[in-house]
C-alpha cells in the first residue's frame, strides 16, 4: 500500500459524559459492533481493529463491499457490524461469532450473517492526509465520497441539533444501538485520544448472586460474581457478571461468600441437569477472545441479592460488565426477574441505515 496514513491505526476516542453536550457538537449514533478503521489502495484492502490488530480476513463480503463502493485511495474510520433483519435490531452474539480460525467458517458465516461497515470519518483521501483537517471538513468530504454508497457499506447518521440527538438517544436503542457519540466540529483526529464524548444509557436491576469466580492467580479473592435473573418459567438464567473490586473487597468478599458455597448438585446452573434452551455459565466455559481461558466457577447457593448498574441488553444478557452498587438484604431472590428490566421502544435498523 502507497496511502498518506498507513495501516494500522489506533482509533480517535471518547469520554463517558452524563447528558448530551451543547455547542458545536455533531452528533451521531454509538454503533454497537466492531471498531474498524478501513484502507484502500486500489485492489489492496486492509481492516484494522481497535487494537491495530488485522481483521480483513474475517470479513470477506465487506472487502468486496469496500472495493465496489470507496474511493480508490481512502482511509475510512467507521463500525463493522451485523444485522438481523428478522428482528430490525444490530446483532452482537452474530458479530462476536464472525471471529473464527477457519477458512470454511468464515466463508460460511458472511453467507448467512453478512456484516456491514457503518462509516463515520474520513483519515485520508487519495495523497491527502486528512487528520489535520476539522471534523467539519472531514464529514463535508466523507458525506461527498459516500453520496453513491450502497449497502453494506453506509454513512452513519449526523446531526447538530442536540434536540434531534436526544430523540435518536431515546429511539436507536430499540435498534440495537448503544447511545450517542458527540464530536467537536473543530478537532482534529487524534488517534488513541478521548477526545469525543459519548451518552449510553445507564439503568440499575437487583441480580441475584449465584457463584462466583476466582481473581486472576489469588484463589482467595473474588474476581467476578456470577448475575442471575428468574425467567417466567422459575428457572435461573444467567445474565452476565459484575467485576471491578478494588483489591482489599475481592478479598473480604471471598471470605463473605463462603457460607454459600454450595455443590453443583441441584444448582441452578449444574451442567449435567441442564436444559438445552438455558443459558448457564457452564455452557461456555472457554472464552472466544482469550483461547484456554478458565470460565469455571464457585457455585452459591442463590440467596443473595445485588444492585447493579448496566446499560443495555444483547438478548438475555447485560452487554457488558455490570458495576457494582449495593447489596440488597431486603429483596427476595425469588423476585429478581426479567420484568424489572425496562423496555427500549422498538425502532427498525433499516430507518437507522436509511
Given at each position: 500500500?502507497?496511502?498518506?496514513?498507513?495501516?494500522?491505526?489506533?482509533?480517535?476516542?471518547?469520554?463517558?459524559?452524563?447528558?448530551?453536550?451543547?455547542?458545536?457538537?455533531?452528533?451521531?449514533?454509538?454503533?454497537?459492533?466492531?471498531?474498524?478503521?478501513?484502507?484502500?489502495?486500489?485492489?489492496?484492502?486492509?481492516?484494522?481493529?481497535?487494537?491495530?490488530?488485522?481483521?480483513?480476513?474475517?470479513?470477506?463480503?465487506?472487502?468486496?463491499?469496500?472495493?465496489?463502493?470507496?474511493?480508490?485511495?481512502?482511509?475510512?474510520?467507521?463500525?463493522?457490524?451485523?444485522?438481523?433483519?428478522?428482528?430490525?435490531?444490530?446483532?452482537?452474539?452474530?458479530?462476536?461469532?464472525?471471529?473464527?480460525?477457519?477458512?470454511?467458517?468464515?466463508?460460511?458465516?458472511?453467507?448467512?450473517?453478512?456484516?456491514?461497515?457503518?462509516?463515520?470519518?474520513?483519515?485520508?483521501?487519495g495523497d491527502r492526509d486528512l487528520a489535520g483537517e476539522p471534523f467539519r471538513e472531514r464529514r463535508r468530504l466523507l458525506e461527498q465520497v459516500l453520496?453513491?454508497?450502497?449497502?453494506?457499506?453506509?454513512?452513519?447518521?449526523?446531526?447538530?441539533?442536540?434536540?434531534?440527538?436526544?430523540?435518536?438517544?431515546?429511539?436507536?436503542?430499540?435498534?440495537?444501538?448503544?447511545?450517542?457519540?458527540?464530536?467537536?466540529?473543530?478537532?482534529?483526529?487524534?488517534?488513541?485520544?478521548?477526545?469525543?464524548?459519548?451518552?449510553?444509557?445507564?439503568?440499575?436491576?437487583?441480580?441475584?448472586?449465584?457463584?462466583?469466580?476466582?481473581?486472576?492467580?489469588?484463589?482467595?479473592?473474588?474476581?467476578?460474581?456470577?448475575?442471575?435473573?428468574?425467567?417466567?418459567?422459575?428457572?435461573?438464567?444467567?445474565?452476565?457478571?459484575?467485576?471491578?473490586?478494588?483489591?482489599?473487597?475481592?478479598?473480604?468478599?471471598?471470605?463473605?461468600?463462603?457460607?454459600?458455597?454450595?455443590?453443583?448438585?441441584?444448582?441452578?446452573?449444574?451442567?449435567?441437569?441442564?436444559?438445552?434452551?438455558?443459558?448457564?455459565?457452564?455452557?461456555?466455559?472457554?472464552?472466544?477472545?482469550?483461547?484456554?481461558?478458565?470460565?469455571?466457577?464457585?457455585?452459591?447457593?442463590?440467596?443473595?441479592?445485588?444492585?447493579?448498574?448496566?446499560?443495555?441488553?444483547?438478548?438475555?444478557?447485560?452487554?457488558?460488565?455490570?458495576?457494582?452498587?449495593?447489596?440488597?438484604?431486603?429483596?427476595?431472590?425469588?423476585?429478581?426477574?426479567?420484568?424489572?428490566?425496562?423496555?427500549?421502544?422498538?425502532?427498525?435498523?433499516?430507518?437507522?441505515?436509511?
Open positions: 500500500m502507497n496511502l498518506p496514513i498507513m495501516p494500522y491505526v489506533a482509533p480517535m476516542l471518547a469520554k463517558p459524559v452524563e447528558d448530551i453536550p451543547l455547542g458545536g457538537y455533531s452528533y451521531e449514533p454509538k454503533w454497537d459492533g466492531f471498531r474498524a478503521i478501513v484502507f484502500r489502495d486500489r485492489d489492496e484492502v486492509e481492516i484494522g481493529s481497535r487494537n491495530e490488530r488485522p481483521m480483513t480476513r474475517y470479513f470477506p463480503e465487506v472487502v468486496v463491499a469496500i472495493r465496489s463502493s470507496l474511493p480508490e485511495r481512502c482511509v475510512l474510520d467507521g463500525e463493522i457490524v451485523v444485522p438481523d433483519p428478522a428482528r430490525g435490531r444490530l446483532d452482537f452474539e452474530a458479530l462476536q461469532q464472525r471471529i473464527h480460525p477457519a477458512e470454511s467458517r468464515v466463508r460460511l458465516l458472511a453467507q448467512r450473517t453478512p456484516a456491514h461497515f457503518v462509516a463515520f470519518d474520513l483519515l485520508a483521501l453520496a453513491a454508497a450502497e449497502p453494506p457499506i453506509h454513512l452513519t447518521p449526523a446531526t447538530r441539533d442536540p434536540e434531534v440527538a436526544r430523540r435518536w438517544f431515546d429511539e436507536f436503542e430499540g435498534a440495537g444501538l448503544d447511545g450517542i457519540v458527540a464530536k467537536p466540529l473543530e478537532e482534529t483526529y487524534q488517534p488513541d485520544k478521548r477526545v469525543m464524548l459519548k451518552i449510553k444509557h445507564v439503568r440499575t436491576a437487583d441480580c441475584v448472586v449465584a457463584g462466583y469466580r476466582t481473581y486472576k492467580n489469588d484463589a482467595h479473592a473474588v474476581g467476578s460474581l456470577l448475575l442471575g435473573l428468574y425467567d417466567d418459567n422459575g428457572g435461573l438464567v444467567n445474565v452476565g457478571v459484575v467485576g471491578a473490586f478494588p483489591a482489599q473487597q475481592r478479598r473480604a468478599l471471598f471470605v463473605e461468600l463462603q457460607p454459600l458455597v454450595t455443590t453443583f448438585e441441584r444448582h441452578p446452573w449444574n451442567w449435567a441437569e441442564e436444559e438445552p434452551t438455558t443459558r448457564t455459565p457452564r455452557s461456555a466455559e472457554t472464552s472466544r477472545w482469550s483461547a484456554g481461558k478458565d470460565l469455571t466457577f464457585v457455585p452459591l447457593r442463590p440467596e443473595r441479592v445485588v444492585e447493579v448498574r448496566y446499560d443495555h441488553m444483547e438478548g438475555n444478557r447485560f452487554r457488558h460488565t455490570a458495576q457494582f452498587i449495593r447489596w440488597r438484604p431486603d429483596r427476595d431472590p425469588r423476585s429478581c426477574n426479567f420484568s424489572q428490566l425496562e423496555e427500549p421502544v422498538q425502532f427498525d435498523l433499516a430507518d437507522v441505515l436509511r
